[in-house]
């Protein structure tokens, strides 16, 4: 199995400063089609995870443009340029270029300062 | 509005067969475009993928609870379910169900459904 690892574990913001969470998977996720199979989740207090970023750097449908994705083979980040309140909850990184299984990683926790 | 609801017990003895079914309203389950997904998360941990199964009964599953997983799919009722044997506590988690394209895994998911196991 691919094994994601994500640092920080936990991440501690002022409203209106950035963040920066790094996803590193134990293969490359680069596959022969070219395309790179890293998603970014959001998992807010109480909800259900929900997808922000696919294939590294694609916003989903009403993610707001303060998201942002980059990376490539085996190291990736999310950046938030600037953190707002609702951005709270608990970050994944996951991967879908080996299945079976999905793999995620262990989540970054990020709550406002 | 696509929308997913798991329901089940909520309590289940070891040992026995945790069964819980996903509905899905607002689309179709038999869309060609989609498979149909598992993920449980135990209290205060991450995020683990059980399995996963296309409309016309194809099924992956985790090869860690492989022997143990059963996914299956009711085109008419547009529902999916789970089927977990020989459950512990160590299978106490909430579980959700979700919908997944090959470029959009786990777009839409349930609000989800916790199961204790306990006697």
């Known amino acids: 199995d691919i094994v ?31 395309k790179t199979y890293l998603y970014w989740y959001l998992q807010k207090p109480g909800q259900p995870p929900q997808l922000l970023i696919y294939e590294v750097s694609n916003r989903f449908s009403g993610v707001p443009d303060r998201f942002s994705g980059s990376g490539s083979g085996t190291d990736f980040t999310l950046k938030i340029s600037r953190v707002e309140a609702e951005d709270v909850g608990v970050y994944y990184c996951m991967q879908s270029i080996q299945l079976p299984p999905f793999t995620f990683g262990p989540g970054t926790k990020v709550d406002i300062k | 509005q696509l929308q997913l609801q798991e329901s089940g017990p909520g309590l289940v003895k070891p040992s026995e067969t945790l069964s819980l079914t ?15 997904g598992w993920i449980r998360q135990p209290p205060g941990k991450g995020l683990e993928w059980i399995g996963s199964i296309y409309y016309s009964g194809s099924t992956y599953y985790n090869p860690s609870l492989k022997s143990r997983v059963t996914i299956s ?46 006697s």
């Not at chain 2, 996903?22 to 149909?36: A, E, F, K, Q």
């Open chain 2, 22 to 36: 996903c509905t899905v309203s607002g689309g179709s389950i038999s869309s060609s475009s989609y498979y149909w």
């Open chain 2, 73 to 118: 799919v009711d085109t008419s009722k547009n529902q999916f379910s789970l089927k977990l044997s020989s459950v512990t506590a160590a299978d106490t988690a909430v579980y959700y169900c979700a919908r997944l394209a090959r470029t959009l895994p786990f777009d839409y998911w349930g609000q989800g459904t916790l199961v204790t196991v306990s």
């Open chain 1, 4 to 34: 994601m690892t994500q640092t920080p574990l936990s991440l501690s913001v002022t409203p209106g400063q950035p963040a920066s969470i790094s996803c590193k998977s134990s293969q490359s996720l680069l596959h022969s089609d070219g």
